[in-house]
């Protein structure tokens, strides 16, 4: 008998095994886009006026291809075949979001701040994602349910080897210091940074670009990630799951946790947060 794609995606999720090939996906994309980073690569521009670039697309094509051959059917919300062909018209009960490489422009500009974006959604909220830094070889990600989340740094290890769980470790957010530090993306003004982290209970911020301010915060380095401008849902989906799974929270501007499948899968104003 063959097993539904959703009942393998559940057995997956229960047993933590699918966090784990996610990471491997992840990997194999950050290698593929490692030979474009400080190459003069060509860069174009969508309709929304961000840059893509072919290391975007090659990723994109790899961890589809992937998950097709792993959960045949799940539907999948990827932001360039969104920029291409344009976004389903309402999420399904299960689907992926998947940034191939978020912090674009740092990217183009030889920055070290991108990442690989994969998460897995039930019911409008993220219950598996993988967050992968190619310029730094580490990769962050959520295990089985209630399970925690964990950090690697994966080097050159051979294709399948992320199946181990070899050198994973835990990654837990901190207590709320006296001085908080926030996270702010390097597209508001020092101004906007200074009033948003204040709002938040920080005294200083630092400013960084992509999902990588999910994941310094899981990893108890920093406390807050106030947003106030648009984003899109694959920009912060994984980078949720693993918050979360490290016992964070991401909240929107109404106070509750950030849902998904929203209409043009867009997000309005949020704060992460550490403990």
């Known amino acids: 008998m063959t097993t539904s794609p959703t009942k393998k995606l559940a057995r997956d999720l229960k047993s933590g095994a699918l966090s784990l090939a996610l990471a491997e996906i992840a990997e194999d994309a950050a290698r593929v886009i490692l030979p474009y980073w400080r190459s003069g690569t060509a860069v174009e521009t969508k309709s929304d006026d961000s840059p893509v670039t072919q290391a975007d697309r090659a990723a994109e094509a790899l ?20 920029a291409a ?10 689907f992926w979001l998947i ?14 701040a991108f990442t690989v974006n994969i998460a897995l959604m039930h019911q409008g909220y993220p219950v598996a994602g993988v967050v992968t830094a190619p310029a730094t070889a580490t990769t962050w990600r959520t295990d089985a349910p209630e399970g925690g989340a964990f ?16 050198e994973w470790r835990p990654i837990k957010v901190r207590d709320r210091p006296q001085e908080g530090m926030a996270l702010l993306s390097h597209s508001v003004t020092d101004e906007e940074a200074t009033r ?16 990588l301010k999910f994941c310094l915060i899981a990893e108890g ?14 920009d912060t989906a994984a980078g949720q799951a693993v918050l979360e799974a490290a016992g964070g929270r991401v909240l929107s ?3 509750q946790r950030l849902a998904y499948g929203k209409p043009k899968f867009l997000n309005g104003a949020f704060v992460a947060m550490g403990g």
């Not at 950090?151 to 070899?166: I, K, L």
């Not at 982290?197 to 999902?211: E, K, V």
Request: net charge negative; aromatic share 8%.
């Open 63 to 82: 961890i589809l291809e992937r998950l097709a051959a792993l959960y045949p059917g799940v539907q999948t919300v990827a932001e360039e075949a969104v």
């Open 99 to 112: 940034d191939p490489l978020d912090g674009t422009k740092g990217f183009v500009r030889g920055g070290e």
């Open 221 to 234: 380095r920093f406390d807050a990630y106030p947003r106030s401008g648009p984003t899109s849902e694959w």
């Open 196 to 211: 948003l982290a204040a709002r938040h209970g920080c005294t200083r911020w630092q400013g960084t670009d992509s999902s």
């Open 253 to 255: 501007d109404d106070g």
């Open 85 to 94: 062909d344009g976004a389903p018209a309402a999420a399904e009960d299960w």
């Open 151 to 166: 950090r690697r740094q994966y080097g050159e290890q051979q294709e399948g080897e992320a199946h181990s769980g070899t």
